[in-house]
């Protein structure tokens, strides 16, 4: 039989024993790698930006552009001339159209003897006239000439300069149509270095192509008295 001291220790003993096994618990808990460590590191942001660029916007682009239109050769429904007019009043050219109308049936112009063969006399009534090259089409013309139709601008349907026949001759720009009634009609390449768009940016002058620059320049209206 034991006795009271041993049974004191002996109870000491389990005291001490349980105690270690709750402490061991913990420190387990503290130990065990199963334990949950997961952070959810996601991070994905939505990078998707809208990058649309509207030919619209293009510095040498035309805005709400509406087509010149013109008689159709069958009496039909009018047809485009293959020229539009920008909101800001000015004209390019993207397409070559056949014009549909001709300065031989037109009464301000006649055949002339002061004209060199091929041409005909027109009087335009801004001048005492000058001789013109009638056509239908860029065939008609010399290659660094362009068929400008009457209601695309010119006063009568017919030959005139082209440093451009087509927009796609200019790359990221227009060929505009040069048709200031002071001036001689022709077609040029917008660029970056222009001084104007249209008569809009030219304080009551006109904007036209310059061809010795090769760019678009204002005029003042005294210019073309």
């Not at 997961?38 to 510095?59: N, V």
């Not at 006109?206 to 005294?222: K, L, N, P, Q």
């Amino acid at each position: 039989m034991m006795s009271k001291l041993e049974i004191r220790w002996l109870l000491i003993a389990l005291a001490l024993a349980l105690a270690g096994c709750s402490g061991d618990d913990d420190a387990n808990d503290q130990l065990d790698g199963s334990a949950d460590t997961d952070t959810d590191t996601d991070t994905d942001t939505d990078t998707d930006t809208d990058t649309d660029t509207d030919a619209d916007t293009d510095a040498g682009l035309c805005a709400d552009a509406v087509d010149i239109m013109q008689p159709a050769p069958d009496g039909g429904a009018e047809i485009p001339t293959g020229i539009e007019q920008c909101a800001d009043g000015s004209k390019h050219r993207h397409a070559a159209i056949a014009c549909t109308d001709s300065a031989l049936d037109d009464e301000i112009c006649v055949e002339s003897e002061e004209c060199d063969p091929g041409m005909i006399w027109c009087d335009t009534g801004f001048s005492d006239g000058y001789c013109i090259t009638p056509c239908a089409t860029d065939a008609d013309c010399a290659e660094d000439e362009a068929c400008l139709c009457r209601q695309a601008g010119g006063w009568v349907t017919h030959c005139v300069p082209a440093l451009c026949r087509v927009d796609a001759d200019c790359g990221e720009f227009e060929c505009g149509v040069n048709d200031v009634y002071c001036e001689i009609d022709r077609l040029g390449c917008r660029t970056a270095d222009d001084e104007c768009h249209s008569d809009a940016d030219c304080d009551g002058g006109y904007c036209h192509h310059d061809d010795v620059s090769d760019r678009w320049e204002c005029i003042a209206i005294d210019d073309c008295e």
